[in-house]
């Protein structure tokens, strides 16, 4: 079965922050809740449910000197460990950084967090380079941090500016929501398709070509006022942009009707009763 693995490092404020944290995950890593619970409240009463999923497992708690490290595994279609970050920022936690590697399709993503933020990978390393040697181990051949070794780590995610957990999460949340109801929808789709006797394909077709035709007519929309506000003879142009409201969509609507059939508009193919020269059969 494929899964998510995920590489947690959590850096504290202070050492009895830090402490206190390790405390509350390795407790909940081997499954005593009501030791987890008792730390976490002196950690400043963190909600077990926010820092814990019950869905990880093969979970694993490292206490590591400076910071703590966490390891555990998710389905491959569950949410990044953001609501525990979000928790964890609230309650001394002072930067962190999540490698996730996507045993689906082979590939890991990394993201950083400083200060209850998402930063990209240089601005973490920029306020925090006393623990690039904890999230970035050199090679211990000598590579050191050129060629393989920073090659390791190029898988960054980052940010077009810093954003606030609590806001990453809320958009993650919608993202899954959107996607959720997309997908619910288009099976009602082809329920209902199925059921009056048409192919859910053409039913997917019809929604292409409808979005074609809403395309060429904003487009037509875009172009008429324009042309209205920078240019004179306001009649000349309503007229033009009555025209392209029907053309342009029924172009749109045509060149991707051709592209969903896969038509190519070779003047090669062999047109329709155009069977070559007759065949003269000898007579026996």
């Given amino acids: 079965m494929s899964q998510n693995t995920h590489t947690l490092h959590l850096f504290f404020e202070d050492p009895i922050k830090l402490k206190m944290g390790q405390l509350v995950y390795q407790y909940l890593a081997t499954g005593n809740t009501e030791q987890a619970r008792r730390w976490a409240d002196k950690l400043g009463g ?85 623990w690039r040697a904890v999230v970035e181990p050199a090679h211990q051949d000598g590579e050191g941090q050129d060629g393989e070794a920073e090659d390791r780590y190029v898988c960054s995610k980052d940010p077009a500016k810093p954003l606030a957990v609590a806001k990453l999460r809320l958009q993650e949340e919608k993202r899954k929501r959107e996607a959720q109801e997309a997908a619910e929808a288009f ?5 209902a398709m199925g059921k009056s006797g048409k192919s859910p394909v053409q039913g997917l077709m019809a929604v292409l070509l409808l979005r074609a035709g809403l ?41 991707e009707h051709k592209a969903l059939r896969g038509d190519d508009g070779d003047d090669d193919a062999d047109q329709p009763g155009d069977d070559g020269p007759p065949t003269v059969v000898a007579a026996q």
């Fill in 187 to 191: 099976v009602e789709m082809a329920k």
């Fill in 215 to 255: 395309k060429g007519l904003v487009h037509a929309v875009v172009f008429t006022v324009v042309t209205v506000l920078l240019f004179k003879g306001f009649w000349l142009w309503m007229g033009l942009g009555l025209v392209l409201a029907v053309a342009l969509p029924l172009y749109y609507m045509a060149t």
């Fill in 46 to 130: 963190a909600d077990l449910d926010a820092l814990w999923d019950a869905q990880w497992f093969n979970q694993e708690a490292v206490a590591e000197p400076g910071h703590l490290t966490l390891r555990f595994d998710t389905g491959t279609h569950d949410d990044l460990p953001l609501r525990a970050l979000e928790t964890l920022f609230a309650h001394g936690l002072r930067a962190a950084v999540l490698e996730v590697f996507y045993d689906q399709v082979g590939e890991t993503e990394r993201m950083h967090f400083d200060r209850g933020q998402w930063v990209s990978r240089r601005a973490f390393m920029d306020a925090n380079p006393q």
